[in-house]
């Protein structure tokens, strides 16, 4: 918890992996919503650019899990503390 006793929108406890995952798949997620829509509802080329920004969603995603995988099975987050994000393992 930080000073006025509230939490911080990004887990300390968590790997930076695993936070820039959960961050690419919500926003992915958002993208592609908002893609859709846009494209079934104006037909117009925002809809594309929304989905170039959707793959680039998934291609963080799929290297932050390739990371986040990586380091689950060798171990590398098995006495995982919190700490500041400045200062977390990947």
């Known amino acids: 918890m930080n000073r ?3 939490r911080s929108f990004i887990p300390r406890d968590k790997p930076k992996s ?3 995952l959960t961050i690419a798949c919500l926003s ?3 993208f592609g919503l ?3 829509l846009l494209d ?3 037909g117009s080329s ?3 650019l929304l989905g170039a920004a959707l793959s680039g969603c998934f291609l963080t995603a799929l ?3 390739f990371v986040y995988m990586r380091g689950l099975f060798t171990g590398r987050y098995r006495d ?3 700490r500041p994000w400045r200062e977390q393992v990947w």
């Open 4 to 6: 006025q006793g509230k």
């Open 18 to 20: 695993w936070i820039v």
């Open 28 to 30: 992915g997620l958002a």
């Open 63 to 65: 290297v932050s899990a």
């Open 40 to 42: 079934s509802a104006l």
């Open 34 to 36: 908002v893609s859709v």
């Open 46 to 48: 925002t809809g594309k």
């Open 80 to 82: 995982l503390q919190a």
